[in-house]
């Protein structure tokens, strides 16, 4: 054998050992995940819509450069960051749904009573199909909601200061003040909702952006998340986006900027926002004050989904 085929051969072999090291790290990884049995590891657990970029976005969060693959089920991987003088790892697991919401019977995987106080969803959407937003935010949402009221309600039973923590934990970031605070049912666990493929709606019909965003800022204030929109073409939205998610999954300083405005790129961290700010088209805010909490969102979505329906 030529001293060139040779090399190649234990090229070969180193490859598919450190590939064999990788999946036994990842298995392992994996298995903890689903026991729950690491203190201070985190989960960001992405669903939405199909084709939206999810894996895209995971991969520039992880700062990987490798080709996306569509993803049929639920996949997992994992990110490692080194923190303090010891140089530990924070390890977060990911996790991600393909399918759309069709596949809501393996949201039971990420989502448990071992790994919910240390969980975000990341609900992804596609801005650039406008048609399909409402039915992804709604579905999606219910799916995700009743899990984690399920996992909560279990943990009444088993671990009763865990509950309470997570149900106090979901108002803090609105504070004891908030105007909205007897309107809003924010989800127990952080949640962060991402609008992707803005370079493709940026360019959309006035009144179609303005009532898209109007939509994205009511759902996402009244359960309590944060908002940001972002395009995989636009480094400064990448980056605002990883930085975002570093800060669920290891605790990075959050960004205190906010983008309201239709005509660019939302940012709107949660507890944030309001409704008099958003603006309810049949009521002023003196009159939202004044009528009762379920009826005032009742109207708002009413009043969302004629405009909406009107616009695609």
């Not at 019977?105 to 609900?123: D, M, Q, R, Y």
Request: hydrophobic share 35%; glycine share 6%.
């Amino acid at each position: 054998m030529s001293d060139k085929k040779r090399l190649d051969v234990d090229k070969d072999l180193w490859t598919i050992a450190l590939e064999e090291r990788d999946r036994n790290t990842e298995d392992k990884e994996k298995s903890q995940a689903l026991q729950g049995v690491v203190d201070g590891d985190t989960n960001l657990f992405f669903v939405g819509s199909q084709n939206a970029g999810k894996t895209t976005l995971i991969l520039q969060f992880l700062e990987r450069e490798e080709p996306s693959k569509p993803t049929t089920g639920l996949d997992y991987t994992y990110g490692r960051k080194s923190k303090g003088a010891k140089m530990e790892k924070d390890v977060t697991h990911i996790w991600e749904l393909g399918g759309g919401t069709s596949l809501s019977k393996l949201i039971e995987i990420p989502i448990t009573t071992g790994s919910i106080n240390n969980l975000s969803v990341i609900l992804v959407l596609d801005l650039s199909k406008p048609e399909e937003l409402w039915t992804t935010l709604e579905v999606a949402l219910k799916q995700v909601t009743q899990r984690v009221n399920q996992v909560v309600s279990e943990l009444k039973s088993s671990d009763p200061q865990l509950a309470q923590k997570l149900k106090q934990r979901r108002w803090k970031k609105f504070g004891e003040d908030h105007p909205d605070k007897d309107l809003l049912d924010p989800l127990p666990v952080p949640l962060l909702i991402i609008g992707t493929k803005y370079d493709v709606f940026q360019d959309f019909d006035s009144e179609k952006k303005k009532m898209v965003c109007k939509t994205l800022r009511f759902v996402s204030h009244i359960n309590g998340a944060s908002l940001q929109f972002y395009s995989s073409k636009s480094d400064a939205l990448v980056n605002k986006v990883r930085q975002l998610l570093s800060h669920f999954a290891h605790g990075a300083a959050a960004s205190h900027t906010m983008s309201m405005d239709y005509t660019k790129p939302l940012t709107v961290p949660a507890g944030s926002d309001a409704l008099g700010q958003i603006g309810v088209p049949s009521l002023s805010s003196g009159e939202l004050g004044k009528i009762n909490a379920r009826c005032a969102v009742a109207v708002f979505q009413n009043e969302v989904l004629w405009h909406h329906s009107s616009l695609v």
